[in-house]
């Protein structure tokens, strides 16, 4: 054990905490001597500042260190996903808040530092309690967030959302328990060695099962999603930022450690006329009752954030499709899709705050007439919508058209379909995705304004938060090498266990 | 070049009135007048023997022998210089009538291009092509510039013919898909040597018919695009309502020249192409050459309508022509009496061209003094008040019933001629076709200029001095074949040679 | 100036014309004029230069793009692609000159409008599957905004119903696509590649309907045609134009290029249902046409009829047959952009009625001649007239499906007289009203503008040269037609 490395390594989180601390104490102090609460953009300014260091300790990490710790694993797609969670709440903070959505910023800047801290260490780690312990961190955190309001509305999403998220951890930490009763062994590696010995366990599938069903609560993945409409509608929109895209990255990491690291000997198939049992069948089912369910209701809703919580079940569904094949091309092209579905939801959400702010609700037809009232996020909308529905130039369409050609090619071999039941019904339902998507654009675009609203300008932080995904998925779209090559080789070396 | 430029010539006209909108119509029509005797000109001036690049070709679809084959020999010569002739007629007949504007003229000029281009083309494809584009400009003409009824004439006219052509592009695409080509001499001489239903029959194996049948059937397809445009009896009925309904000047047109497009394809392209079934074919066209004679001069004495029953008139007359036609096709052994039939139908062509558009001239004068009247009782008398139109247009009439001495009679001798030799039978009965002809002439004649004058018409004016030079030249153009018809048989001969080496070779 | 061009300089256009700012936006029809001229004349020298050197090698761009999946950046420009690219820029350009008068947010009018135009060269030019199918999606939104926004009649609901074709028909070309990628080994997406890999005839007897059809429903093929005439009524003009005009032609092309020698023996195997449902929709498109009472609809319908013959002459899958297609491609694009261009852009903005009985009032004869005259021809060139373009296609289609299936030539030749007469009838209606003269005398319609007037003569000046003289088009596209793409397609027995 070398704690020099381990300090490095864990540098980054520890600036986070620092600043978080740091930042409680000037909220203290400020309140302490003017009476009133420390002002929004002295905290988010603070707390992005740490994130960017916190960055900066992530870029400036020397590479091939290992301190010997079990618990701390610094691989390629460690690093990765540790910038990419980073990226993503910088990007939160910066959005902005909704009107008296938040009225202790101190405390709530500090509680997003916390909850990236615990999101930036489940993306690091292959040891199952320790991943534990890092993900019940974040996910306290997010429980408060939702709720930090205290509207009706927001209680009422935090509590389901800490229910849910309670059950859910129970669940998991049940099944880590039962997987380390088959294998004793704390880490994944470890727990795949002992699973090619043994792959048919009852214990180690029951543990499995757990696991899945676990994290599937934190992905939103059908049937295990009714907590998420609530949350999208009732949460500030920086928790729902957080919570859709931040904590659904991570959620995707956790589980392709766990399937293609740890239990990649216990696959199955999901393929057509060759299904074998095994967790690419669970997931194959989860994937197809995610898109069906999501995309269906999406279809009815007036609100669009419950509209993007149905939207978040759908996308679990594809990135669960690219899983499904069990191969290293595909689960990395669904770890790229899952960065660039954040991008896409935090920037529609942002845009979507800005909205609610000026028309005092989220329906539709209060975007009417968004071009007019402002180009900047009318185009910005267009482009994360599209992104979302697949269509190109832009990364949701590159995310998906590799993830579901490499899903293929994990799965056929000579002529047989294989997944192409899934990957079918995958293209489709994005294609219907359209319809809803396009139904908000519709109205930023091609309806007119019924009312001529006050508008409040733009701030330079609002316009960082929807400037920056746009040209992002633009970018990703365009080149989408940039991003997808680095996420499927850094997966390749983690399972080859480097 | 020479001929490509002829056939360009109104069509550059037709574009030159199209880009000047403030001309008026008189302007037009003098415009349109001028331009017509320069075609005329430069169509008459082909026969020389001096120009001699008389082909002009550009390939189209190289890999199916498909061209844009242009060629001249005195057989189409005669016909381009009765297009020219006709549609100067026809211009200057519309300016004397005040009829017409600059998009008239312009159409007129289209048709004369199409026409030029239809008696030339030695390849389906660009025939085709210019056998079409007769129709969108006629069909204007006749819905346009009509009379009330005309919407409804035009209609039937347009898809009548179409519908025949459809059927012959048929025809020559089942060539072309068992041949291989569709060139008119190609055919022509690949017929001679009886390779068309060998042909067929190989590439129509899977019908199970037999390659006689197959060329039959290829060959009435194609008869029946030619036979609505001529028109042979049954599928006549476009064109009482079309003459009539049009205005005088395109109804000479559609008599003198449109007309004639049948009796050109019938002659250089029907029987030429199809020999190895024109025996088994040839009673049904007979019958249907003595049904169009006798039903047309029928239907003539049974109306009242001056320009129907000439429109009748014309169905007879023409099918003077269908007969020496089913004659050729009959029997082919009888080397001289083929010649005088074929002969005798280009004259017939050429001379009923000139005589029946003279006639609807003559017609249109009535109509423009009547103010539109022209039912055969609306007049009566009139050879005293004017005796110059009496008479030229008596002439006229004359030679339409073939008198002998005047154009009419030539041709329709030479067709007896041969139909005597060839077809005893359909002849006997179709002369008594001549006959009704004379008859409802005659009655035209007496009702119109014999008898009392009508009150109604004391003060008609005789001819103009414009009106009388004109109708005198068309009364020559009348008179002078009928006394030396060698004038035209010398340019038609070397074509009706090779025509009858085709149809009977020499042994 | 290479193909490149094409491509560059409608994209160059459309982001010129957003950045545009607001004072200045009535330069935006400028750009986008510049810009689609551009593309034609590139598009010409281009065809030109082949012509001249038909042996050489043809012009081509490839570099990497995404090489963890193997899609690259992969333009090539043979004659196939240099007619069917020719054919876009023309119809760009009378789009834009049709569109001149757009005076509703036009910048956001021409981004849009360029945009489709730019993914419709890349789709010609694309040689990787995935390349091809990014261009074939980037059309999706701007047309759907182009409807809903500039459109008329219903347009809220024909932009979504095309949209949803559209993506759900995309969505079966990414599985299609998908399934030949993964069954070549996963490795690359070149559509050479692609191709000459041999996939089970199990395989293709299933993948091949999935992306042929995914193709054809944007070509209009029968029962899936049903957002053709509702899009082409709802959109403005300059759309209508380009969607009948190009981007149903781009359908045509995926299945042609990319569908069928994909799959040969799964070709082989459907052949007989495609030719079938080709000649249903032919015959369906004129009837239906026939009992219109909206002159946008007949068309509308008279594209879905005259996709027809584009789809069973790749059906006949001879030489002839593939040939006649793609002219019918060339010939159908410019006579749809003229005859939209004329009912919805001409006579409509005049007479604010597409209506065939109200149009009588108007006696268009007498009061604007020259539409007269324009849509005389147009209309005989859609009736496939010869010396027009659609003469030569029809005819090569005909003789390619004799040599394949020759009994159908008989119901091929009904529907090509139904479409004369429904065109007859909609000509009647329109120009040549039965007027008698106590109806009420004719209003006056203002007279024909320069950019009108230089679209309607581009587009015949077009469809009268092909019709006239097609051998260099025919050269170019048997150019195309020799690439080793479709041997296996013209060699099926």
């Given at each position: ?498 | ?439 409802f002439l005659l009655r035209m004649i007496r009702q119109v200029f014999a008898g009392p004058l009508k009150p109604s018409l004391a003060k008609w004016q005789d001819l103009g001095t414009a009106e009388r030079i004109v109708f005198g030249i068309a009364i020559l ?31 | ?493």
């Amino acid at each position: 054990m070398n704690y020099s490395t381990l300090f490095i390594q864990l540098l980054p989180e520890a600036v986070l905490v620092v600043t978080a601390l740091l930042l409680l104490g000037v909220a203290v102090a400020t309140e302490a001597k003017t009476g009133k609460p420390i002002a929004n953009a002295t905290a988010s300014a603070i707390s992005a500042i740490g994130v960017i260091l916190a960055g900066f300790a992530i870029f400036n990490m020397p590479s091939n260190i290992d301190s010997g710790s079990q618990l701390i694993s610094m691989d390629p797609l460690a690093r990765i996903f540790k910038a990419v969670v980073l990226g993503l709440g910088l990007l939160a903070i910066l959005l902005p808040p909704a009107r008296r959505e938040i009225q202790n910023p101190g405390e709530f800047f500090a509680l997003i530092l916390f909850a990236l801290t615990g999101l930036s260490l489940t993306s690091g780690t292959n040891h199952l309690l320790f991943l534990f312990v890092a993900l019940e961190l974040a996910s306290l955190s997010l429980y408060l967030l939702a709720g930090f309001p205290r509207t009706a509305r927001a209680s009422e999403a935090s509590l389901k959302y800490f229910l849910f998220g309670g059950v859910s951890a129970a669940f998991l930490l049940f099944g880590l328990s039962l997987v380390y009763g088959f294998s004793n062994a704390a880490t994944l590696p470890e727990l795949a060695v002992k699973l090619a010995e043994n792959p048919t366990s009852p214990l180690a599938i029951a543990g499995l099962v757990m696991v899945v069903v676990g994290i599937g609560f934190k992905l939103a993945a059908a049937p295990f999603h009714y907590w998420a409409p609530d949350v999208y509608q009732g949460a500030p929109a920086t928790s729902v930022a957080l919570i859709s895209a931040a904590s659904k990255a991570v959620g995707m990491v956790v589980l392709v450690r766990f399937l293609l690291i740890g239990f990649s000997a216990a696959s199955g198939s999901a393929a057509w006329g060759g299904m074998v049992a095994g967790w690419s069948l669970w997931i194959g089912v989860l994937a197809a009752v995610s898109m069906i369910f999501g995309n269906v209701l999406a279809l009815a809703q007036t609100s669009v954030r419950r509209l993007l919580a149905y939207s978040a079940v759908a996308n679990t569904g594809y990135l669960l499709v690219g899983l499904c094949a069990n191969g290293a091309s595909a689960a990395g092209a669904a770890l790229f899709y899952v960065v660039v579905y954040g991008l896409a939801t935090l920037g529609t959400l942002a845009v979507t705050a800005a909205v609610e702010r000026n028309r005092g609700n989220d329906s539709p037809t209060s975007f009417a007439g968004l071009v007019h009232r402002s180009p900047l996020q009318a185009v910005a909308l267009l482009v994360f919508l599209a992104s979302l529905a697949g269509i190109p130039p832009l990364a949701g369409f590159a995310g998906k058209f590799a993830m579901f050609s490499a899903a293929l090619s994990a799965s056929t071999h000579g002529g047989d379909p294989g997944l192409t039941w899934l990957v079918g019904l995958a293209s489709i339902m994005s294609a219907i995705s359209l319809y809803y998507y396009l139904s908000i654009l519709k109205q930023a675009f091609v309806k007119e304004s019924a009312e001529a609203g006050e508008e409040s300008p733009i701030t330079a932080s609002h316009a960082l938060a929807v400037g920056i995904p746009a040209a992002a998925l633009v970018v990703l779209g365009l080149f989408p090498a940039l991003l997808l090559d680095p996420i499927t080789a850094a997966l390749i070396g983690s399972m080859s266990g480097r | 070049m020479m001929l490509l430029s002829l056939i360009l010539l109104p069509l550059l006209g037709a574009v030159l009135l199209a880009l000047q909108p403030r001309l008026g119509a008189k302007g037009a029509g003098q415009f349109t007048m001028c331009w017509a005797v320069l075609a005329l000109l430069l169509a008459g001036g082909l026969g020389c023997p001096v120009m001699s690049s008389r082909e002009w070709s550009l390939p189209w679809i190289p890999d199916a022998d498909i061209a844009l084959r242009f060629s001249l020999d005195g057989i189409s010569w005669l016909f381009l210089v009765l297009t020219g002739l006709v549609t100067l007629f026809a211009v200057v007949a519309s300016l004397l009538n005040g009829k017409g504007d600059r998009a008239y003229f312009a159409l007129i000029l289209v048709l004369q291009s199409a026409l030029f281009g239809v008696f030339t083309a030695r390849h389906f494809i660009p025939w085709f092509l210019c056998w079409e584009l007769t129709l969108i400009p006629a069909y204007l003409l006749i819905r346009l510039w009509g009379g009330t009824g005309a919407p409804k004439a035009a209609l039937r006219f347009f898809i009548m013919t179409l519908g025949g052509s459809a059927f012959m592009l048929v025809g020559f695409l089942a060539l072309q898909l068992a041949i291989g080509t569709m060139d008119f001499d190609a055919l022509g001489k690949l017929a001679a040597n009886h390779q068309l239903a060998g042909g067929l029959e190989k590439a129509f194996a899977f019908t199970g018919a037999s390659g006689h049948t197959l060329l039959t059937c290829v060959a009435l397809a194609v008869f029946l695009g030619l036979a609505v445009k001529l028109p042979v009896v049954p599928f006549h009925a476009w064109l009482p309502a079309a003459y009539a309904e049009a205005p005088t000047p395109v109804t000479m047109l559609l008599t003198g020249l449109l007309s004639k497009m049948g009796v050109y394809g019938l002659l250089r392209i029907f029987l030429p192409v199809f020999p190895e079934v024109l025996p088994s074919i040839a009673p049904l066209l007979s019958w249907l050459a003595v049904a169009t004679v006798l039903l047309g001069a029928m239907a003539a004495l049974a109306q009242t309508d001056l320009k129907r029953m000439l429109a009748y008139s014309s169905v007879n007359h023409l099918g003077y022509c269908a007969l020496a036609i089913a004659a050729a096709a009959a029997v082919q052994t009888d080397r001289s009496a083929l010649a005088a039939a074929l002969s005798g139908t280009v004259l017939q062509a050429i001379n009923h061209g000139v005589i029946a558009s003279t006639l609807f001239f003559g017609i249109g004068i009535l109509e423009s003094r009547s103010r539109g009247q022209r039912g055969l009782n609306d007049f009566g008398g009139l050879r005293a008040q004017t005796p110059v139109f009496c008479g030229l247009f008596g002439i006229a009439v004359f030679a339409s019933l073939g008198l002998p001495g005047l154009s009419g009679f030539v041709g329709e001798f030479l067709i007896f001629n041969g139909a005597f030799a060839l077809t005893p039978a359909a002849a006997v009965v179709s002369v008594a076709g001549l006959l009704l002809t004379a008859v409802f002439l005659l009655r035209m004649i007496r009702q119109v200029f014999a008898g009392p004058l009508k009150p109604s018409l004391a003060k008609w004016q005789d001819l103009g001095t414009a009106e009388r030079i004109v109708f005198g030249i068309a009364i020559l153009l009348i008179a002078i074949p009928g006394i030396w018809p060698q004038l035209l048989l010398q340019f038609s001969n070397a074509g009706i040679l090779e025509l009858l080496d085709l149809l009977s070779p020499l042994p | 100036m290479t193909p490149a061009w094409t491509l560059t300089s409608a994209f160059a256009a459309a982001l010129l014309v957003l950045l545009l700012p607001a004072r200045s936006a009535g330069f935006a029809k400028v750009i986008a004029l510049v810009g689609s001229l551009v593309g034609m004349v590139a598009a010409a020298v281009a065809c030109l230069a082949r012509l001249s050197n038909p042996s050489g090698a043809v012009w081509s761009f490839d570099c990497d793009w995404i090489p963890s999946l193997g899609a690259r950046f992969h333009l090539a420009a043979d004659g196939l692609s240099l007619t069917l690219l020719l054919l876009t820029g023309i119809v760009a350009v009378a789009g834009v000159l049709f569109s001149w008068n757009v005076t509703h947010r036009p910048r956001a009018f021409f981004a849009f409008f360029m945009t489709i135009i730019g993914g419709v060269y890349g789709v010609f030019l694309s040689r990787d599957a995935f390349l091809l199918f990014v261009f074939y999606e980037i059309v999706i939104l701007p047309k759907y905004m182009l409807i809903a926004i500039w459109g008329s009649t219903n347009k809220e609901y024909g932009a979504m119903k095309l949209t949803m074709y559209s993506i759900g028909a995309s969505a079966l070309i990414l599985i299609g696509i998908s399934v030949a990628y993964a069954a070549a080994g996963g490795t690359s997406f070149d559509i050479a590649h692609l191709a000459a890999a041999s996939y089970s005839p199990a395989l293709q007897s299933w993948a091949f309907p999935i992306l042929f059809l995914g193709f054809t429903v944007l070509a209009g093929i029968w029962p899936f045609h049903t957002w053709a005439p509702t899009g082409h009524v709802a959109a403005p003009t300059a759309a209508s134009m380009l969607l009948a005009g190009v981007v149903m032609k781009l359908g045509a092309f995926g299945a042609l290029c990319v569908a069928m020698p994909l799959f040969p023996l799964g070709f082989a195997q459907w052949q007989p249902v495609i030719a079938g449902l080709a000649v249903i929709g032919i015959i369906y498109g004129a009837l239906t046409a026939l009992s219109q009472k909206d002159l946008k609809f007949v068309i509308g319908y008279s594209s879905v009829s005259h996709m027809g013959f584009i789809l069973l002459g790749m059906a006949a899958a001879t030489h002839w047959g593939l040939r006649g297609a793609v002219l019918q491609m060339i010939s159908h694009g410019i006579i749809a952009g003229l005859l939209f261009g004329i009912a919805g852009r001409v006579v409509y903005e005049r007479t604010h009625t597409r209506d065939l009985a109200a149009l009588k009032e108007f006696d268009l004869w007498k009061t604007l001649p020259g539409v007269a005259i324009a849509f005389t021809l147009a209309t005989a060139a859609s009736m496939g007239m010869p010396g027009f373009s659609g003469f030569v296609a029809e005819i090569s289609v005909v003789i390619g499906l004799w040599q394949a299936y020759p009994w159908l030539t008989i119901a091929v030749a009904i529907g090509i007289i139904l479409t004369g007469a429904f065109s007859l009838r909609a000509l009647q209606k329109t120009c040549f009203p039965n007027r008698t003269p106590t109806d009420a005398a004719a209003h006056a319609l203002p007279p024909l503008t320069w950019p009108e007037i230089s679209a309607i003569s581009l587009l015949l000046a077009v469809s009268l040269a092909i019709g006239i003289y097609p051998k260099p088009w025919i050269v170019l596209i048997d150019d195309g037609l020799r690439s080793p793409l479709f041997n296996s397609i013209l060699s099926l027995p």
